[in-house]
Structures are given as C-alpha cells and as structure tokens.
C-alpha cells in the first residue's frame, strides 16, 4: 500500500522555518518530503533556504532514504529549469511534484501595498505555475505523474478580522489552476490534485504567527486556533504529508482534479452556521 519505491519525488519548499534539526514541530514540505522518502521514494528537495533542505536531507539520509537537496527560488524560472534538469540528471526522473511553496501576508484591497499583492501572487501562484511548467514536460515524456498544489481553507472561508485578501485569492486560485492542469495532461498519465490544509500546528506557527498575529504569546495562539477546531485542535504537517502521499500513490490512480481538504472540518463547520 501506497509503494512509492522506484519513484522520483521533487518537493518544494522541502525545508520549514525554524531549521532546528532537533525540532519536533514541523513545516508541510518536511513532513511531505520525510514520509514521501519512507514509502521508498528519492526525493529531490528544493528550498530557497539550503541550509533548511539540508536539514530535511539530513533526516531522510539518517533513516536510510535517499534525498538530494538544491537551493532554488521557485519564483525564478531559470533556476526551476535548473533544478528540474538536476533532478533528472541525477535521478534519471520525476514521477511525483508537490507544489509546497506558499504563505500569507496581512491586508485587505486597500492596506496591502500593491507590491505585496504581486509578491504573494508569486510566491502562490507562479511557484505552482514554474514547477509544472518545467516538470509536466519530463512527465509527458514518461507517459505518468502525479502532481500535488499545496492551497489553503483561508481561499473557502474568510475570516472578517483578518483580511489576507492576496492569500485567499490566490489559493483559491490554485483549485482552478489544478483542475485546469489535470484536464489538459489527463489522456497523458499525468494527474493533479490540490491539498486544502486547515489550521495545522506547524513550524510557522511557532516561529513566526506568534511574533506576527500572537503578540509573542505562543500558548494563547494554539488554545485559540485549537479552539476554533471542531476536533479541539490543531492538525499538523503530518496530517497533510498523508494527504499529500495518497494523491501523489497508485492508489489514487483514477483520482484528477480534485481536492481534499484536511482541516478537521473547520469549513464545514463554518459553512453551517
Ligand atoms: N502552516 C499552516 O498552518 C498552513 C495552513 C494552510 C496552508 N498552508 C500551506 O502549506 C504550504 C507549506 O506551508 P508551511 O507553513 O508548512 O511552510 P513554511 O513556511 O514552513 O515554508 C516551507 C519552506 O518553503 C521555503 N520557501 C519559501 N519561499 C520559497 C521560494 N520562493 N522558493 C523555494 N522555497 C521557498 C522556506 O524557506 C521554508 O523552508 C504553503 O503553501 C502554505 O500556504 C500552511
């Protein structure tokens, strides 16, 4: 079940904040790139930050995986072409793409500066649109793939206290940008499908949504995310990484341009009200 030895996986944003290697709170891509390289995949881990995919190379490597990382700015199409060319040079493949990179910045049509907008349509948009553009091509040669966008409730369910406009656009955006991906290359093998994570406990939360919207108090901010969570609390990378593993496996093999959002049924909660 859900085998993944003998396949090629290329994560992004394969690092997390917080590059502790003794941390035990985990970003997405860390967690995703960890259980994709224990189900047998080798996994090519891109980061912006080197020294955080080095960390996530360095744990896969200690429980006898095969990881190569390479320092990547996915909004830079050059070095995503170079990177997928690495992958490929070293790997020989890319069976798997997990579109991981994303992030909010605060603000509503009026208050976010116009070049934030841009930025965050990069950071969550583009970073999708490079890894596709470069790694569908490898994959339309293969005949099969699996490609999974990383998008976020924040694109389901406003909240009217915090406005991230840009966030929500453009992770609702990514619903569309999978659907409109995975009917183009469906008659090719290749699928994709987009995960909607919830309000999960990860290294984000702990090293920067607590200096940003937690006043620095930590506690306060996980007894109030937990408690806006039908289940009482937080999910985390895990719960995402499995997710992320069972659209990228053969077991999912009939399943193309769809979602499953993991959130504890925080937006079914909110849509009953
Ligand atoms: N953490 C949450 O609670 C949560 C909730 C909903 C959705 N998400 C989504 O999950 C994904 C991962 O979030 P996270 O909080 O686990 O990630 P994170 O903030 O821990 O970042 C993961 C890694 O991405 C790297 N990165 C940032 N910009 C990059 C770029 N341009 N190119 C390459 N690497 C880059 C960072 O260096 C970091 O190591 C994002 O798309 C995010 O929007 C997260």
């Given at each position: 079940m859900?085998?993944?030895r003998g396949k090629i996986a290329f994560v992004t944003g394969a690092g997390s904040v917080g590059d502790d290697p003794d941390a035990t709170i985990w970003g997405n891509g860390k967690a995703t790139a960890v259980l994709?390289?224990?189900q047998g995949a080798k996994v090519f881990g891109v980061d912006l930050r080197q020294e955080a995919a080095d960390v996530t190379k360095a744990i896969i490597e200690r429980e006898g995986g095969t990881c190569a990382t390479r320092s990547v700015d996915m909004t830079n199409a050059k070095q995503v072409e170079a990177a997928v060319e690495h992958c490929v040079g070293q790997f020989g493949s890319i069976d798997?793409?997990?579109n991981n990179v994303g992030g909010s910045a605060p603000g509503s049509a009026v208050t976010m500066p116009e070049e934030v907008w841009d930025s965050q349509l990069d950071h969550n948009l583009k970073t999708a649109f490079l890894g596709c553009k470069y790694v569908i091509p490898v994959m339309e040669k293969q005949g099969k793939g699996a490609i999974v966008n990383l998008a976020s409730i924040a694109g389901l369910s406003m909240s009217a206290d915090r406005a991230h406009i840009a966030y929500s656009t453009t992770k609702l955006g990514l619903f569309a940008f999978?659907?409109?991906t995975a009917i183009t290359y469906a008659a090719q093998g290749i699928r994709c499908n987009t995960?909607?994570?919830?309000l999960m406990h990860t290294?984000?939360?702990e090293h920067r949504l607590a200096k940003t919207i937690g006043a620095n108090d930590l506690q306060g901010l996980i007894d109030r995310r937990n408690a806006q969570c039908p289940t009482g609390e937080m999910g985390n990378a895990w719960d995402i990484a499995h997710a992320v593993l069972f659209l990228a496996s053969d077991e999912a093999r009939?399943?193309?341009g769809t979602e499953i959002i993991v959130d504890g049924g925080l937006t079914t909660a909110r849509s009953n009200v």
């Amino acid at each position: 079940m859900l085998d993944l030895r003998g396949k090629i996986a290329f994560v992004t944003g394969a690092g997390s904040v917080g590059d502790d290697p003794d941390a035990t709170i985990w970003g997405n891509g860390k967690a995703t790139a960890v259980l994709l390289a224990r189900q047998g995949a080798k996994v090519f881990g891109v980061d912006l930050r080197q020294e955080a995919a080095d960390v996530t190379k360095a744990i896969i490597e200690r429980e006898g995986g095969t990881c190569a990382t390479r320092s990547v700015d996915m909004t830079n199409a050059k070095q995503v072409e170079a990177a997928v060319e690495h992958c490929v040079g070293q790997f020989g493949s890319i069976d798997i793409l997990v579109n991981n990179v994303g992030g909010s910045a605060p603000g509503s049509a009026v208050t976010m500066p116009e070049e934030v907008w841009d930025s965050q349509l990069d950071h969550n948009l583009k970073t999708a649109f490079l890894g596709c553009k470069y790694v569908i091509p490898v994959m339309e040669k293969q005949g099969k793939g699996a490609i999974v966008n990383l998008a976020s409730i924040a694109g389901l369910s406003m909240s009217a206290d915090r406005a991230h406009i840009a966030y929500s656009t453009t992770k609702l955006g990514l619903f569309a940008f999978s659907k409109s991906t995975a009917i183009t290359y469906a008659a090719q093998g290749i699928r994709c499908n987009t995960v909607v994570p919830g309000l999960m406990h990860t290294a984000l939360v702990e090293h920067r949504l607590a200096k940003t919207i937690g006043a620095n108090d930590l506690q306060g901010l996980i007894d109030r995310r937990n408690a806006q969570c039908p289940t009482g609390e937080m999910g985390n990378a895990w719960d995402i990484a499995h997710a992320v593993l069972f659209l990228a496996s053969d077991e999912a093999r009939y399943i193309t341009g769809t979602e499953i959002i993991v959130d504890g049924g925080l937006t079914t909660a909110r849509s009953n009200v």
